[in-house]
T-cell receptor
Framework: AQSVTQPDIHITVSEGASLELRCNYSYGATPYLFWYVQSPGQGLQLLLKYFSGDTLVQGIKGFEAEFKRSQSSFNLRKPSVHWSDAAEYFC????????????FGAGTILRVKS | NAGVTQTPKFRILKIGQSMTLQCAQDMNHNYMYWYRQDPGMGLKLIYYSVGAGITDKGEVPNGYNVSRSTTEDFPLRLELAAPSQTSVYFCATWAREAFFGQGTRLTVV
């Protein structure tokens, strides 16, 4: 069965510090990979996506993610966090073979301290 | 383009009542999905559709029904609402990424 694990429920970082959010998946094929961000009471905004090719993906708001096939991971990074980055982050996987249905991780809540 | 539009945004239901959550898209996408989001659980797929007239169950379909008579609309029906259906519901379409509506916050009391 397909699954996504985000090991960290909460992460707190200082403003200006670097950030890495972890995502591991179990899937029948190399899936499409996504990171979404959700502010309280809001919908989901796509940060970045990976389908194939270069394993380092650049997204919006200064975020990037690296796909590591050998580790079944797709970790999200940002070199310098801003207070406005405080939100919940979701990793998701899917594939055309499975109807493009997205399987989501449980989410990581990011807190930024000044 | 409005994208994906969900109505209503908020609703309170009594146990045993029924309602329909509406989802409409103007992007002509074939794939449409209904997810529910519960705290600490991420999003779980309820039902999905790969085109008009075709629907299938997702991970958590019990207590829900869907129909897809047109490409644009994908309503989600709750029959006999239960407190366990208190959640935030998101409709989405797919075209190389998922496009989400703003959600419907449903409380069953």
């Amino acid at each position: 069965a397909q699954s996504v694990t985000q090991p960290d429920i909460h992460i707190t970082v200082s403003e200006g510090a670097s950030l890495e959010l972890r995502c591991n998946y179990s899937y029948g094929a190399t899936p499409y990979l996504f990171w979404y961000v959700q502010s309280p009471g809001q919908g989901l905004q796509l940060l970045l996506k990976y389908f194939s090719g270069d394993t380092l993906v650049q997204g919006i708001k200064g975020f990037e993610a690296e796909f590591k096939r050998s580790q079944s991971s797709f970790n999200l990074r940002k070199p310098s966090v801003h207070w406005s980055d405080a939100a919940e982050y979701f990793c998701a996987v899917g594939h055309m073979e499975y109807g493009n249905k997205l399987v989501f991780g449980a989410g990581t809540i990011l807190r930024v301290k000044s | 383009n409005a994208g994906v539009t969900q109505t209503p945004k908020f609703r309170i239901l009594k146990i045993g009542q029924s309602m329909t959550l509406q989802c409409a898209q103007d992007m002509n996408h074939n794939y449409m999905y209904w997810y529910r989001q519960d705290p600490g659980m991420g999003l779980k797929l309820i039902y999905y559709s790969v085109g008009a007239g075709i629907t299938d169950k997702g991970e958590v379909p019990n207590g829900y029904n869907v129909s897809r008579s047109t490409t644009e609309d994908f309503p989600l029906r709750l029959e006999l609402a239960a407190p366990s259906q208190t959640s935030v519901y998101f409709c989405a379409t797919w075209a190389r990424e998922a496009f989400f509506g703003q959600g419907t916050r449903l409380t069953v009391v």
